[in-house]
C-alpha cells in the first residue's frame, strides 16, 4: 500500500484559496487518489477522488501530475467551517481488488477570520 | 447517494460486557466493509476488512475473537467488542464500498464506545 506524507497542519484565512500537496511516491499503476475530510467526533467525508490530470467538483479541485508522485487539493475561498483534518489516501479500486485505504496522519487545516 | 449509517452513534459500557455496533450502507450494496478505530488526536487505524458471506480479514494486531466482525448481507455489517475493557473505549467508524468499476469507500458516523 502507498505511503502518503502531508504537512502536518496549515492555517488560512477565509476568503484564500488552500493547496493542500501530497506525496505519494510508491503509487501503484491501479491505484487512485482520494481525498477525505474529517471533523471532529465524525467519520470522514469523501471530497474528490482522481487518477491523474485534474479533476474539479463542487467543493473542491484535485491535481495530479503526471508521474502521479504527488498531487494537490485544492480548495477555493475557504469558510471557518472548512476547518477540518484532511486525509490523502492512495488504494486500488475494485478492479483490482477491494482494497481498504490506510490512513495517514492527516493535514489539520485551520481557518482563521 | 451513498449513504453509510452507524447504530449506536454512542455507547457506555460496564467493563465485561459486550457491545454490537452495526454499519449499514442504506442505499448501495456494499460488497465490501471495513471497521476503522480513531483514538482522540489519532488518524483512523484500519482494523479488519469485511467480505459479505465470508470471514473477516483481520489486520495484524487485532484481535479476530475480541473483536468479531459479520457481514450476513450486502447492507450490513456488525461489530461486537466482546468482554470490553476500558482500553478498548476508542471511536469506531466503518466504511462501505461497493465493488462496481471506479471505487470510492464512503465511511459511517463513527461509534464513540465508553468502557467504564
Known amino acids: 500500500l502507498a505511503k502518503t506524507t502531508q504537512p502536518i497542519s496549515m492555517d488560512s484565512y477565509e476568503g484564500q484559496e488552500v493547496n493542500i500537496t501530497c506525496s505519494h511516491n510508491?503509487?501503484?499503476?491501479?491505484?487512485?487518489i482520494t481525498w477525505y475530510q474529517q471533523f471532529p467526533s465524525q467519520g470522514p467525508r469523501f471530497i474528490i477522488q482522481?487518477?491523474?490530470t485534474k479533476v474539479t467538483n463542487e467543493v473542491a479541485s484535485l491535481f495530479i501530475p503526471a508521474d502521479r508522485k504527488s498531487s494537490t487539493l485544492s480548495l477555493p475561498r475557504v469558510s471557518l467551517s472548512d476547518t477540518a483534518v484532511y486525509y490523502c489516501?492512495?488504494?486500488?479500486?475494485?478492479?483490482?481488488?477491494?482494497?481498504?485505504?490506510?490512513f495517514g496522519k492527516g493535514t489539520r487545516l485551520s481557518v482563521i477570520a | 447517494g451513498a449513504v453509510v449509517s452507524q447504530h449506536p452513534s454512542w455507547v457506555i459500557c460496564k467493563s465485561g460486557t459486550s457491545v454490537k455496533i452495526e454499519c449499514r450502507s442504506l442505499?448501495?450494496?456494499?460488497?465490501?466493509m471495513f471497521w476503522y478505530r480513531q483514538f482522540p488526536k489519532q488518524s483512523l487505524m484500519l482494523m479488519a476488512t469485511?467480505?459479505?458471506?465470508?470471514?473477516?480479514?483481520?489486520e495484524q494486531g487485532v484481535e479476530k475473537d475480541k473483536f468479531l466482525i459479520n457481514h450476513a448481507s450486502l447492507t450490513l455489517s456488525t461489530l461486537t467488542v466482546t468482554s470490553a475493557h476500558p482500553e478498548d473505549s476508542s471511536f469506531y467508524i466503518c466504511?462501505?464500498?461497493?465493488?462496481?468499476?471506479?471505487?470510492?469507500?464512503?465511511f459511517g458516523p463513527g461509534t464513540r464506545l465508553t468502557v467504564l
Open positions: 466504511s462501505a464500498m461497493s465493488g462496481v468499476v471506479t471505487d470510492t469507500q464512503y
Open positions: 510508491n503509487i501503484a499503476t491501479n491505484d487512485y
Open positions: 482522481g487518477y491523474k
Open positions: 489516501l492512495v488504494g486500488a479500486t475494485s478492479l483490482s481488488g477491494n482494497t481498504p485505504l490506510v
Open positions: 442505499d448501495f450494496q456494499a460488497t465490501t
Open positions: 469485511s467480505n459479505e458471506g465470508s470471514k473477516a480479514t483481520y
